[in-house]
């Protein structure tokens, strides 16, 4: 188990941006760490995943080109950047990771056994 902090949740308006964090406690090279959301009546998804050694991310496409997720090591932080937010975006954020690759199913919320709370992202004019 490894305990998860999400930061940086808040509103904006269409268009605008906001920036996620998560740190975690002790940064380990082992760990993929990925963002997940869930909307009211909806299921959780994939939001991305940044892969432990090389880097690597994965975007859902909802997201793609809109969403960046990096990491800082020294800091045991990842961070997820989102600009040219939608109303569809609004969501709980999570922040999730594990001893493991993203690989070809990091969008599977079964795959992670260490969650933080959720920060709240409403997207609204």
């Known amino acids: 188990h490894v305990d998860i902090v999400e930061f940086g949740g808040g509103s904006a308006q269409p268009g605008g941006s906001l920036q996620l964090s998560c740190v975690t406690g002790g940064f380990n090279m082992e760990y993929a760490r990925a963002w997940f959301r869930q909307a009211p009546g909806k299921e959780r998804e994939g939001i991305s995943c940044i892969s432990n050694g090389d880097g690597a991310t994965h975007y859902a496409d909802s997201v793609k080109s809109r969403f960046t997720t990096f990491r800082d090591e020294g800091k045991n932080t990842v961070y997820l950047q989102m600009v040219s937010l939608k109303p569809e975006d609004t969501g709980v954020y999570f922040c999730?990771?594990?001893?493991?690759?993203?690989?070809?199913?990091?969008?599977?919320?079964?795959?992670?056994?260490?969650w933080g709370q959720g920060t709240q992202v409403t997207v609204s004019s």
């Open positions: 999730a990771t594990d001893l493991r690759l993203c690989g070809s199913r990091w969008h599977d919320p079964s795959g992670f056994g260490s």
